[in-house]
């Protein structure tokens, strides 16, 4: 395939890949429902962040190094495991009744951006995912640290129009999603979506 058919092929996988639903969904809706866009935003920004960290480790070979070690493989997985299930498992047990507290102290804001992206980092189907994915499209004789950082830049520019896309879509709802019982629910069902994530990625096989 020509430059171009490769650029395009590319493309079009990561955009089925990013409307796939999945966490990184379920997070940038539940956050956008229940603490507003700015926070939805942040988010969406440390998602994205996590995708490009990945993508510096596939450039640099720890990918590489994940893909065939089964320790590596293991330990990344079962930290990811743990830390969706510690998000999740809080939503559950104490969710919010009010965002009287989020909306006065912008500080809850920047826990998002790290939420969003450690929730990538430390899950590695991000990182097998890319290794196995990416090289394909990775004309030969090409520099391939150059061409790995390019189509995951493609990956995040697709993912941050679809997180504002999620983001705007849920604005004209606000007022109704900003209720104390809806607060309560959004809380309880992204975390219990959280804790199976959290369940299947622990018994994941690479």
């Known amino acids: ?43 969406t920004l440390g998602i994205n962040a996590g995708c490009l960290l990945w993508g510096a480790a596939v450039a640099f070979g720890l990918g590489a190094l994940i893909a065939v070690s089964e320790v590596a493989f293991n330990v990344l997985k079962y930290c990811g495991a743990a830390y969706l299930a510690w998000l999740g498992l809080n939503m559950l ?7 009287a507290s989020v909306e006065a102290d912008g500080k809850p804001g920047a826990n998002w951006f790290l939420k969003g992206m450690m929730g990538n980092v430390l899950n590695p189907k991000i990182g097998i995912f890319y290794v196995s994915f990416l090289p394909q499209f990775i004309p030969q004789g090409h520099p391939l640290v ?10 995040v520019v697709i993912s941050l129009a679809w997180a504002l896309i999620l983001i705007g879509a849920t604005q004209p709802l606000a007022g109704m999603l900003r209720r104390e019982k809806v607060i309560k629910w959004m809380d309880r069902t992204t975390g219990m979506i959280f804790v199976l994530f959290a369940a299947r990625l622990a018994f994941s096989k690479r």
């Open 1 to 43: 395939m020509s430059i171009t058919d490769n650029l395009l092929a590319f493309t079009f996988a990561a955009t089925l890949l990013t409307l796939t639903p999945g966490l990184d969904t379920a997070l940038v809706l539940r956050t956008a429902t229940v603490e507003g866009k700015q926070q939805a935003l942040r988010a």
């Open 93 to 99: 047990v104490r969710p919010r009744s009010s965002l």
């Open 146 to 155: 150059a061409w790995t950082f390019g189509l995951v830049s493609i990956h």
